[in-house]
């Protein structure tokens, strides 16, 4: 049975490494769909993904995985393979999940192994989690030199409750310095694992690779699923492609889903053909059937943004399974901030791209919002701030937009005077204060591991943070693991560049939201040459008021070019300024010389220079440039 | 297609050698290509399709610039001249200038000027104290100029000085003096231009570095405001941002360009303004020459000017002089009124005090001029 299923995918197209299906693909459908015979033996078949902490060579381990798998040529192999996305590239960071598909053999039977790619910062937990959903199985992968960090705790905490077998990898064993013994004895104690059977392995240079391809075999339990049951799927991903429309990526766990075939999406209540499927070999590659066990993507035509969830349950239209199969929780969006098309014309070409970006990842929302300053754009919502930064990144490679960003600010809640509770993420809606109960705050539980010689510094930012100790963990003679709650707005801004800069990179944090509590907030207004600007509001503590308040002004003197009059920056809470600077005017800008052959010359950089104002916010007789309004995350006076 | 252009530029791009500030077309210690140049140069002054067949035209100004126009020796200044005189007529009361490096200067020299028409000349003196002249690149001395400035004068009484302020180290003190030995020369115009330091000057590279500091802008600002006090109080009338000079004396090449008029131009790095086109040639002179050599044109760029950008280019020159822009010629030259081309831009600027708007016409005002750059900006 194996070996007829492993006729028919070769058959097919794998190993054969392109983008498009092949005319192969149409010969196969000379059979009636609905009486084809079980094609892949669920007992052949491993379903994994990798877990580690930000870069300790996940995406490098997985392109050896491919290539000495015989996956992809050598020909083919290219660097960091499944970070197709630009930004991906570029920050060296998986942030979309992807499926490979694997025809391996071992010991002379042949096996499909898919491999689901998982993201690796704190940021994006909640995409761990789903690919997690759609495995039996996990490689921890560990640094031989950086040991477990807080990432690598974390995710293996969720694949140890999504009730997955871990295998515990030291990977880069072949740095030249490596703590292999201490890295082990972390991995018992801090994670849990037997280590007796650890798995040691380098990316860059392929050792160990072969151990890891029989431990996924060996090791990884086998998918449970019936081919003869009715169609269950996980919806574990979607991507919007602008020739296809939708790409939904599935997890068959029940029965099987066939080219043509008319499906039911439990959640979503809507009915659609299947008219292409297939799995990623790495590149799309389609088939006429995925069974139970199997990983892939279905086309159904779907150009309507927005219907596809994360989540859902494929199920056959007619013979529809009983239930829907346990989905997600709905990601939490923390982080807040305001996107404005410089040009005001933009406005709709943004929504469109907007619409684009909340398709491929359901952890962004956006929603109209309108600022006296900046006029009309969108109130985004964020996982953290990488995300942020991640799809600002990708809005500027791709929409060809000008933006300007505001600050990013957490979500908060406001209890009024007369009872009700209101959910803010936008400073401007801060009610008056005279109507405000009580303002809450949310509160993350904080967990730093980190060398104990830092201990000190870490628990004085942690301090001026606003931070509640909760306990401190050995977890060898230098490593020590610190928990705090700390309020998410204290944390989500530069907390990980501080920990990192503190700990000369050694130190690594996670945190979750565990509650809301109630804090001495304020909303602290800007005013510019005497006007409010409602987009450089910001809520903060009232005891570092006056701190931020002056870091603010100092960083928009910096950031606002002198114009032809003074102009006065002040922060305010309510009618009281707390901080002021002052732009001076311009004093002398004049060209000396301006002859025959200088005119063309000296216009062409006048109007240059009117072209860059043009790219700037008009504020009364301000100009105020993009970056301006990142000021009011400045928090000390020397200008970080 | 002929023009109407009476104006004519011609560039000489010899010097000494090149001063530290300096980003003007030119090529230092390369007299050998003087005989090459005047080849080049004979061959341009009939290239041009669009200029006027020979002796039909009457020039009103002839410019000679540089460079420095005095530096080839006499025969070849002789010549260099005759060139130009053979090809263009000149008006009664022309006005025939060329620039002038004080050391360059002989009575011989002089004489060759007169002989061809020359009436007027542009002294480049830039200061008067020897610290400031060696921090320059200067080649001449404050004691050279006391010998040479008089002599010129006998030969050519109508005498430009030119100063540069805001030179690294200068004191207000200083330039003040220079102002004043400016004024007492007898020269009857005289042009004062704040230091700038160019991208590809020798200053510039060593601003980068480190080691030139520019003059804090407060104190280039107070140069700048004792400039348009002293230079008015003693009989010169500020015309234009740079441009200062006795009744009667404005320069009228230059004129040329602020009214937006056109010019012919001629020489390598020259730029031309004919048929709402601005032509730049070359800049290199073996470059220049090897195109006319080739019987090819000796442009390098052409900035082909809208009606939209000749408007704003008007407003742009307009409000670099005194006189500013007058609402009836900038409708009759572009069709468009004044306000309704950019009313919203005057009024602003009006209300920050930079801008006088009335019936007339538009001017900066005395706030406006010292930052003259980022009024006209608004504008385009």
Known sequence: MAILGFRRATGGAIGVFRARPGPETVNRRRLPARTLPPMFDTRNIRNFSIVAHIDHGKSTLADQLLLQSGAISEREFKEQLLDDLKVERERGITVKARAVAINYELDGQKYEINFIDTPGHVDFHYEVSRSLAACEGALLLVDAFQGVQAQTVANAYAAINADLEVIPVVNKVDLPVTRIPEVLEEIETVVGLDTTNVLKTSGKSGIGVKDCLRAIIERIPAPKGSVDSPLQALVFDSKYDTYRGVITYIRVMEGRVQKGQKIYFMKGGTAHEVLELGQFRPNMVSCDDLSAGQVG??????????????GDTVTDYLHRAPQALPGYEVPQQMVFCGMYPVDATDFEHLREELQKMSLNDASFSFAPDTSDALGFGFRCGFLGMLHMEIIQQRLEQEADVDLIQTAPNVTYQIVKTDGEILQVDNP?????????DEFREPIAKVHFIL????????????ADRRGTYLTTEYLGPNRVQLVYELPLAEIVFDMYDKLKSITQGYGTMNYEVIGFRPADLVKMDILVKGEKVDALAVIVHRTQAERRGRAVCKKLKEEISRHQFEIPLQAALGARVIARETISAVRKDVTAKCY???????????EKQKEGK???KQFGAVEIPQKAFLAVLSTSEDGD | MSTTATAAYVHVPFCRHRCGYCD???IAGRDDLV?????????????????????????KTLFFGGGTPTHPGPADLAKLLQLVRDRFELAENAEVSVEANPLDLTEEKLQVLIDHGVNRISLGVQSFHDDELRQLERDHTAVDLQRIIPVTQRFLPNLSVDLIFGIPGQTLAAWEQSLKQAIHSGATHISTYGLTFESGTAF?????RGQLQPTPEDLEREMYALVMEMLPAAGFEQYEISNFARPGFRCQHNEVYWRGDEYHAYGPGAARYLNRRRETNIRSVLGWLAKLDRGLTPVADVDELSPDTQARELIFLGLRRNSGIDRTDFQRRTGWNLEDFAGDIITRQVEFGSLVSDPKGLRLTQAGRFIADRVIAEFL
């Open chain 1, 297 to 310: 993507y279905i086309i159904c035509g779907i150009k309507e943004l927005g219907s596809v969830h994360v």
């Open chain 1, 428 to 436: 401007q809606e801060v009610p008056d204060v005279g109507s405000i």
């Open chain 1, 451 to 462: 060398p104990s010689d830092k201990i000190g510094p870490i628990m004085q930012l942690s």
């Open chain 1, 596 to 606: 025959g052959g200088d005119i063309s010359r000296k216009r062409k950089l006048l």
């Open chain 1, 614 to 616: 043009k790219r700037m």
């Open chain 2, 24 to 26: 003007f077309t030119l």
């Open chain 2, 35 to 59: 005989p090459a140049y005047l080849r080049g140069l004979e061959r341009e002054l009939r290239f041009h399709p669009h200029d006027p067949p020979t002796g039909r035209t009457d020039l």
């Open chain 2, 204 to 208: 510039e590279t060593r601003r980068r």
